[in-house]
């Protein structure tokens, strides 16, 4: 094991940082970080959402079984996600998005099966929230990792920003293409692996939306929803795939339309939508961008609908 992380009190925060002290580790600043601190090929970074505690490094699984859960966490779990977690062990379908929030690129929804041999490779492959991971290189070895596990099955639907403003129209409502999408590839994944009993979506509405989308479709696997979803290993696992298939997108128009398109909708967004109509007219933000954003009146200097959600 290389890598695992935990959630933390504040108080455990705290005694971390002493423990850390007392054993030699050198402390640096990291964004996002309440502290950051590395011994050898060891690196200890508590986050401040959560907090958690992230352990990476060849010495990860020593440091978990007699430090962070005798000292810290007060129980031995490592080796016992099985007893502890179980239901990340069950065999179910985990589906995330990626592009969301982002004016630029499509939306994607992936998806990814899995039961208790794969989790535990998952696992040892240091799957993760792809939203911990700041590291494009990383995202595409995690990804190739997870489509290279035996019996994994995944599945990936990328909604284009032309295909995404003709549905944004139709639906009218943001959660209703989200639910779409995700009881898409729920229904692709099913198809595949019928037997499938449960699937876990990280909630992103009434939960009542996506419930409606699948029955539309027929499906009666069981289907859960929930905050902070990408916990479980399946959901993580979408959740890299899809942000794999977006920042691929991303690379590979900014490339052919000569304009870096930034993710977010910063500052940054609006001056290079700005470029882009510049230099390729304003058609080009019809096939870049998600038009229903804000952002899009800040580009074209157009007041924007009273009742714009966005």
Not at 27 to 37: G, L, Q, R, T, Y
Not at 56 to 66: L, V
Request: hydrophobic fraction near 40%.
């Amino acid at each position: 094991m290389t890598s695992h992380t935990a959630p933390l009190t504040p108080a455990q925060v705290a005694s971390l940082r002493q423990i850390l002290e007392r054993d030699g580790f050198d402390f640096e600043a990291k964004e996002h970080a309440v502290f950051a601190a590395r011994k050898g090929k060891l690196n200890v970074t508590v986050y401040q959402k959560g907090p958690k505690v992230l352990v990476q490094g060849k010495d990860t699984e020593d440091f978990i079984r007699f430090t962070l859960e005798p000292e810290i966490l007060g129980e031995a779990r490592l080796g016992y996600e099985e007893i502890v977690q179980p239901d990340l062990f069950e065999p179910h379908f985990g589906i995330d998005e990626s592009g969301k929030g982002d004016f630029f690129g499509p939306l994607v929804i992936a998806g990814a099966y899995t039961d208790g041999a794969i989790t535990r490779q998952l696992m040892d492959a240091g799957i993760m929230d792809s939203k911990r991971i700041t590291s494009a290189a990383r995202i595409r070895q995690l990804a190739a990792s997870i489509r290279a596990t035996p019996g994994c099955r995944t599945e990936v639907v990328a909604i284009g920003p032309e295909r995404y403003n003709a549905l944004y129209e139709s639906f009218g409502n943001l959660n209703q293409l989200l639910a779409w999408g995700h009881a898409r590839v729920i229904e692709n994944l099913a198809a595949a692996l019928p037997n499938c009993p449960r699937a876990l979506s990280d909630q992103f509405a009434n939960p009542k939306v996506l419930q409606r989308a699948l029955k539309q479709k027929g499906l009666t696997l069981t289907l859960e929803q929930r905050t902070k979803g990408e916990s479980d290993i399946a959901v993580a696992a979408a959740s890299i795939l899809a942000r794999e298939r977006f920042i691929d997108w991303i690379d590979k128009t900014s490339s052919a339309g000569g304009v870096r398109l930034p993710l977010g909708a910063s500052a940054a967004v609006i001056q290079a939508g700005r470029e882009l109509i510049a230099r390729h007219g304003a058609d080009a933000l019809a096939k870049t961008a998600k038009l229903h954003f804000r952002t899009t009146h800040l580009i074209l200097g157009t007041p924007p609908p009273a009742a714009d959600p966005s």
